[in-house]
């Protein structure tokens, strides 16, 4: 990750994130993004993590605090690492008050270089950060701050059908596509190749729908009524038909290390 990354998400303080949102997030767009942060893909790779009660969880691309605050409430230990400074202060200023705030600590980095001493946490647990750096270089750190028997999970947005790839040019600035690389279903498997695979599952196809509810109408919750309903069908149709993951559009995938 460059200087230019942490910029862009400096400026971008809204939790929606509606590719205009400037401003800070109000705690009702907080909460709309909160209750979205356990969609299907993520929750599953919360589930990927196991019993976290007591255990020292390393959030990576915290954002807003959002992933922070479930691992929370998992009774997990959190420190949460995002590259912008300014998104950690307003996640900071979110979730004060909360009842897991006290076990939730933020801090500035890159992934690909953590500052933090080996085998230092339980587990890891990274959403949407693999596209914006080098994701085997990001895998192998994250293996050397977990400890032997831990687990590593990325969730990722995946490349996905050529209308999600043409939405995403016509709409991201040209900042932002300079630092962003989404990565393919069979790369997103294979990038922590020096930990042992335990969970690989793509998500989303017909799903798509319900995100273009979200990004084009602005509407949480027709998102999540239309997520409901076709996710099932995905599910069944990407497990039956695994060929058809090249164009699933969201991966989830868990690493633990072995020795």
Not at 187 to 201: I, V
């Amino acid at each position: 990750m460059n200087p230019s990354t942490a910029q862009y998400w400096d400026r971008r303080l809204d939790a929606l994130d509606w590719k205009t949102a400037t401003r800070r997030s109000s705690r009702a767009n907080w909460a709309k993004a909160c209750r979205r942060f356990t969609a299907p893909a993520s929750a599953e790779g919360l589930d990927c993590l196991g019993p976290l009660d007591g255990k020292a969880v390393l959030e990576l691309g915290s954002g807003h605090g959002q992933g922070a605050v479930h691992l929370g409430a998992r009774g997990a230990r959190v420190t949460a690492l995002d590259i912008s400074p300014q998104r950690c202060i307003e996640a900071g200023r979110q979730i004060a008050g909360a009842p897991v705030a006290d076990s939730i600590r933020f801090c500035a980095g890159r992934a690909e270089s953590l500052p933090f001493g080996d085998a230092s946490f339980d587990a890891v647990f990274a959403r949407d950060v693999l596209m914006y750096a080098d994701p085997v270089a990001i895998a192998q750190e994250c293996r050397r701050v977990v400890r032997p028997g831990g687990k590593v999970v990325f969730i990722e947005s995946l490349v996905g059908p050529w209308v999600l790839r043409a939405y995403r040019w016509a709409t991201s600035p040209r900042s932002y596509r300079k630092f962003t690389r989404h990565l393919g279903f069979a790369e997103l498997r294979d990038c922590g190749r020096s930990m042992r695979l335990s969970h690989a599952r793509a998500h989303y196809l017909f799903s798509l729908v319900a995100f273009a509810a979200l990004f084009w109408i602005r509407s949480p919750r027709a998102h999540e009524i239309l997520l409901a309903k076709f996710h099932p069908i995905d599910r069944s149709i990407l497990d039956r038909v695994p060929f058809l993951t090249r164009w699933a559009w969201r991966g989830t995938v868990a690493f633990t290390r072995t020795d």
